[in-house]
């Protein structure tokens, strides 16, 4: 994979498609990587997008440049770095479509840089207006039991201890059983081997509701014009899996009022991982909503 420099970051990415086509950005979530794309980039590609997949920090061969630099997993963090990578490439303006985490960092780019984005696309995350994690009604929260599990420090621990055996359980529990094979999860799961993916996602979830997880400074103007949204001007698709385990569908319900110009697709028998189990049907909802290009 190529891979430029941030102030940050060492960022891998796939770059396919023209080169003079209008550019989408697909964001992968956790546990993934953007192996989980491969059904969905070529049929942008066939349409004439230009298909830009990064690797988050923590993942695969995306790398810190230093070792002193807070291990920050916030979605702020994850939305400047996709900014920095597209500065990087000469990219102005593109469209977002982003899974589970890459869903939360769409929702964060149309907060802080929406006139960098022609429209959005979120898939199994809704998005929580001005950043706000409020804990959820018990049902939803029974779900959550594992970042309640990472707030504790043995539970923390287990992770460390075994971070391929815990999101192996996020796999099995999150979709109807048999929706992925062995031959595919050890493939994905390789990019979890990267030195900083434990401390990412440890940092991701314990900062919700521990104060002592430390944060990068960096990144405080972006979290202050996070807290202050919350009505998002893009044009946005949102795909909820009607059998996701991870986020119930209630979750995404309701929402239009924090939108200009928003859409719900709800996918029956789809878990949480609607573009792996789902793709000509994602691929088809997508490319209606960012529009196919003249001549694609």
């Known amino acids: 994979m190529p891979a430029i420099d941030t102030e940050v970051l060492t960022i891998a990415y796939d770059d396919l498609g023209p080169a003079g086509g209008p550019v989408v950005f697909l964001l992968h979530g956790w546990p993934d990587s953007p192996r989980g794309w491969r059904f ?3 049929a942008l590609v066939e349409s004439g997008w230009r298909v830009v997949m990064p690797g988050n920090r923590g993942t695969g061969e995306t790398r810190f440049r230093s070792p002193e630099t807070v291990r920050d997993g916030q979605a702020v963090a994850l ?8 500065d990087s490439l000469g990219i102005e303006r593109f469209a977002v479509v982003g899974h589970d985490w890459g869903a939360r960092t769409a929702y964060t780019l149309a907060a802080v840089a929406p006139h960098r984005l022609t429209a959005i696309a979120g898939l199994a995350l809704a998005y929580q207006p001005r ?10 929260a029974q779900a959550f039991w594992y970042q309640w599990l990472m707030y504790v420090d043995a539970g923390a621990a287990a992770v460390r201890d075994d971070p391929l055996g815990f999101a192996r359980r996020m796999w099995d529990t999150w979709s109807p059983r048999g929706w992925y094979d062995e031959t595919e999860f050890t493939a994905t799961a390789a990019d979890f081997e990267n030195p900083d993916w434990v401390p990412i996602t440890l940092n991701a979830y314990r900062s ?12 405080d103007p972006l979290r202050e014009q996070v807290r202050v949204t919350d009505r998002l001007p893009a044009r946005t698709l949102m795909i909820q899996g009607g059998s996701d385990s991870c986020d119930e569908p209630e979750s995404s319900e309701g929402q239009d009022r924090h939108f200009d ?8 028998g789809v878990g949480h991982f609607p573009h792996r189990e789902s793709p000509a049907m994602v691929a088809e909802l997508v490319l209606t909503h960012l529009g196919r290009p003249v001549g694609g």
């Open 40 to 42: 969905i980039a070529p």
């Open 79 to 86: 939305a400047q770095d996709a900014l920095d990578l597209a």
């Open 208 to 219: 919700r509701f521990l104060a002592v997880e430390p944060r990068d400074p960096r990144y």
């Open 131 to 140: 950043g706000v994690f409020s804990l959820p009604e018990f049902s939803q």
């Open 261 to 268: 110009d928003y859409r719900r697709e709800v996918l029956p």
